[in-house]
């Protein structure tokens, strides 16, 4: 059984920074692609930055380029998202998800729900203007 615990959310002011973390258990970590997506309320949830399994690949989804910064830590099973410059739209749940175990997995993909097995239970950030 896969679990996937996320910390780290909070309420924080715009223009501020907070670091999430995601601790897996139940799977070779280092095996798996790992994922954060976010879903504000009245919305669908959306990606917003993925991982390599050992690290050295990262994807961005735009809004988030330049602020967010995905890493991992295979011997700690965790892995982070650092959040920098923080807006008020970035506002919303926050779920990290473990991805596919293949090598080749494409920005396009990366950003998909569906290629994600499993999630987390979420993590609030709050960001006021």
């Known amino acids: 059984q896969v679990q996937l615990v996320e910390s780290g959310g909070g309420l924080v002011q715009a223009g501020g920074s907070l670091r999430l973390s995601c601790a897996a258990s139940g799977r070779t970590f280092s095996n798996y692609w790992m994922g954060w997506f976010r879903q504000a309320p009245g919305k669908e949830r959306e990606f917003v930055a993925a991982?390599?399994?050992?690290?050295?690949?990262?994807f961005y989804a735009d809004s988030v380029k330049g602020r967010f910064t995905i890493s991992r830590d295979n011997a700690k099973n965790t892995v982070y998202l650092q959040m920098n410059s923080l807006k008020a739209e970035d506002t919303a749940v926050y779920y990290c998800?473990?991805?596919?175990?293949?090598?080749?997995?494409?920005?396009?993909?990366?950003?998909?729900?569906?290629?994600?097995?499993?999630w987390g239970q979420g993590t609030q950030v709050t960001v006021s203007s």
């Open positions: 991982i390599s399994r050992s690290g050295g690949v990262t």
């Open positions: 998800a473990v991805g596919p175990s293949r090598v080749l997995f494409d920005r396009v993909a990366a950003g998909r729900p569906g290629e994600y097995d499993y």
